[in-house]
């Protein structure tokens, strides 16, 4: 059994910041992909961030000069840190990681259960 806990969602003002933690626990043999996503009410859930287990990071270009993403593999931990925050950033944001749990590698996806980021004055 794997379980992703996300934490550090809240109501900030516009201009603000927030730092988002996911840590990953349970049975695993290799943490591959972490990543932020990001959904609104009726619509699909959209990449935000991710990060592959050597670093290599991809932004979504609406947020590439705010939002930092990185990672801490000996504590299986994403972060994605958001500067300069705006209304239209707010969201349930959700944190995926691509697991190996027996090696030969065989990967799954798993997901959080959401962290509600909401931006207003």
């Known amino acids: 059994q794997v379980q992703l806990v996300e934490s550090g969602g809240g109501l900030v003002q516009p201009g603000g910041s927030l730092r988002l933690s996911c840590a990953a626990s349970?049975?695993?043999?290799?943490?591959?992909?972490m990543g932020w996503y990001r959904q609104a009410p009726g619509k699909q859930r959209q990449l935000v961030a991710s990060?592959?287990?050597?670093?290599?990071?991809n932004i979504e270009d609406s947020v590439k000069d705010r939002f930092t993403i990185s990672r801490d593999n000996a504590k299986n931990t994403v972060y994605l840190q958001m500067n300069n925050l705006k209304p239209e950033d707010t969201d349930v944001y959700y944190c995926?990681?691509?697991?190996?749990?027996?090696?030969?590698?065989?990967?799954?996806?798993?997901w959080g259960q959401g962290t509600q980021v909401t931006v207003s004055s």
């Open positions: 349970g049975t695993i043999v290799e943490i591959e992909t």
């Open positions: 990060i592959t287990r050597g670093g290599h990071r």
């Open positions: 995926k990681a691509v697991i190996s749990t027996t090696g030969w590698g065989i990967v799954d996806d798993y």
